[in-house]
């Protein structure tokens, strides 16, 4: 399972990781951010989540403790009969949103923040789909054996990084946050220059993309739409009648 996978990884120095609920275990956490100094950890508290208050830090802002079940004390001994964590709430479109994390220093991290920052997790989702969509053009790997696959995921990241550096380049240029540069059309465009470039002199290179950074309101996104209305799940059509079910 991703847990069981995720076990494996090793925490970095003085970060804080954005984990999915799926992996909310007293015994994964607790290792978590004792592994190495200052590695936390963050993520949306599930909706059945069982804690007691130990202190108020603000209105929406506590620390907790939470019970350890007997499959984790049986796992992990060491663990005790209660664990601790903060507990922040926020209300982000329209609904009120719930997360816990290790970060228990409500002066140094204040919880706003740290809701947004979760927020931008996604931001992180659409970066795979830049790379599987318009790097990839959806297609998988080609290389065969581990070592290869290694050496072509490296190829991938290096190059998806580079376009991302020039894309912030183009931010600055326009004034905007990088975030508003459309990859698609700005990625195209920076590939095509280096595929001709070697045409030409490798010195052309810094004046095509002085005038790519000229036209960088071209690669300007509009800014984010607040939902009008919500999400609903559409109804497929159907060429047959639906099926009565007789009441008796």
């Given at each position: 399972g991703e847990l069981t996978l995720a076990s494996q990884l090793k925490a970095p120095v003085r970060s804080i990781t954005l984990f999915d609920r799926a992996y909310f275990s007293a015994d994964f956490l607790v290792s978590w951010q004792s592994q190495a100094e200052e590695s936390h950890w963050l993520m949306r508290a599930k909706d059945n989540l069982r804690y007691e208050v130990i202190?108020?830090?603000?209105a929406h802002d506590f620390q907790i403790k939470m019970p350890v079940s007997a499959r984790a004390k049986k796992i992990n001994p060491s663990l005790g009969d209660y664990w601790e964590a903060r507990l922040i709430e926020v209300e982000y479109a329209g609904k009120i949103r719930c997360y816990i994390t290790s970060l228990t220093d409500s002066k140094v991290y204040p919880f706003k923040d740290l809701a947004m920052l979760y927020i931008?997790?996604?931001e992180i989702e659409?970066?795979?789909?830049?790379?599987k969509s318009d790097l990839q053009d959806a297609r998988i790997l080609r290389s065969k054996q581990p070592d290869l696959v290694y050496q072509e995921l490296w190829g991938v990241f290096i190059a998806y990084n580079i376009l991302r550096r020039q894309m912030r380049f183009i931010a600055e240029h326009a004034k905007v946050s990088p975030l508003r540069i459309s990859f698609h059309v700005a990625s195209m465009s920076i590939i095509n220059i280096l595929r001709h470039t070697p045409l030409e002199s490798a010195g052309n290179l810094p004046k095509h993309l002085a005038q790519l950074f000229e036209q960088s309101k071209i690669f300007v996104l509009p800014e984010k739409r607040q939902r009008q209305c919500p999400r609903v799940v559409k109804i497929k059509a159907q060429k047959y009648p639906r099926k009565c079910q007789s009441i008796s």
């Open positions: 202190h108020h830090n603000a931008q997790r996604w659409m970066c795979y789909r830049e790379i």
